[in-house]
């Protein structure tokens, strides 16, 4: 982990945003959060995260300052700094009840790797802090995330009810 509470992977840097950028970001004014973070939020990004999911992270962050590494990342690439897409947890374990991760990469770097290393990288950073145990949960359609836990050698549990309504599966890798 860098200094700043990045993961850094062989082509990535995950980014822990600021709170400033959460609330940015949460307002819609992405260039500000640009200026902040010193990376650019491009349309993609904020398409891809909604008020409820900023706020959700941007109330984590501040319940747990001194733990902020459990909220979501900007994933960078290390050889251009081009935002790929998000990752992170789903919230400190604490409110959660298990560290379970999550990720999105956009459009134009789908298949590519990438979710796969940034899953890897948020996998190792949860093991260093003690962790037995990563959940991850998939929508059944989602062939490319599916691909992903099974590469990296999640296990199916039980199939998880109706979230936002549709069905995910619930995965899990013992570490």
Known sequence: MANDGSIETPR??????????????????AQAASRVEGFSFSDDFLDTVNDLFLARNLEGRQ?????????????????????????????????????EIGYTIFAPYRRRGYAAESAQGLVEWARGQGTSVVFATVAPNNIGSLGVVHRLGFHQTLPQGPRANHEEFVFELAL
């Open 63 to 99: 319940k747990w300052p001194s733990d902020p590494g459990w909220f979501v990342r900007a994933i960078v690439r290390k050889s251009d700094g081009e935002v790929l897409g998000h990752c992170g947890f789903h919230g400190a374990p604490q409110d959660v009840g298990r560290a």
């Open 12 to 29: 990535l840097r995950l980014v822990l945003l600021q709170s400033t950028s959460l609330a940015l970001l949460r307002a819609r004014d």
